[in-house]
């Protein structure tokens, strides 16, 4: 069974997709079948890893909630696939206000499609509305990213508060696991330092090393729509996602 890790934060702007990807990307370079769940309307992760327009797709991920016989799975590069995102996902909540149990459409969509990838790589919306609930329900691990300042730690606590409520919950995933903690867009200085340090002596067990420093190419391969393991494959950046990557799949092993 493939293992299905979500990637959340509550404020926009910390990383986050960029990071999904990146270690996603690293997976299947590393010979593994990786599944990206694009769940934000923004659609930045399905930019990201489709060489598609985002009229090209034949079908979202919002047609597959309203229809899971519209589920489809695209195949973006070698061991990688995707289930793509659009605007219109922002009408989520409207369009599934009638939906018996809505909080679990997400866990029944991947049902099926566990066995085929080894990770599942889900993006979260910047926000705390039902698709992130949806996410943490259907998610094995649960990966926060966050840059080290107080608005991206506050999001990131709210997001730790969800969890926990839905971990609490036998009727919801009380198997999910919080498995990372990642810094990102790391300057050094004292305020900076100050929050990694406020996050390494709060959740020391799930943080995970190195910080990714900030850096212009990683914003600029995102723009032509490369990877960063192809846009710059030997930079600093590249190479702290490499073995951040690493270092969380011997942690998914573990568990």
Known sequence: ??????????????????????????WARMGSKVLFVDLDSQANLTTMVSPLSSEDHKTTIRDAFLDPKKLNVEQVAENQYLIPSELSLSNFDRDTASYTGREYLLMDLLKPLRRKYDYIVIDCPPALGLITYNALIAADHLVMVATPDGLAYQGMVMVANLYADVRSSERL??????SGVIITKYERNKLSDMYVKK?????GEVFLEPLVTKATKVAQAGSFNQSIFDYDPTGKVTKQYLELAKRLQARLLEK
């Open 1 to 26: 069974m493939g293992q299905v890790i979500c990637f959340a934060n509550n404020k926009g702007g910390v990383g986050k997709t960029t990071t999904a990807v990146a270690i996603g990307q690293a």
């Open 173 to 178: 995933n009380p198997d999910i696991k919080l």
């Open 199 to 203: 996050v390494k002596d709060e959740l």
